[in-house]
């Protein structure tokens, strides 16, 4: 009874990165095919998290 099964997933994430002179450029994304998923599962299985949907940075640092 206080077993919680929650299915198996398989996320993508990617990183992209330029460097010129002193100037790094980047971007980044997590849950790259957007997958519905469940994150966590609390109290029996009655109440679960869903993980963070397509999230997608960039960047620009300069270095001196």
Known sequence: PNTV???AVT????A???TWNQFRFQVNAHNLFDKEYIAAA???GTRTTYGAVRTVTGSV???F
């Open 16 to 18: 992209l990165h330029y």
């Open 61 to 63: 640092t300069w270095r």
């Open 5 to 7: 099964k929650v299915p």
């Open 42 to 44: 609390f109290a029996g």
């Open 11 to 14: 996320l993508a994430d990617a």
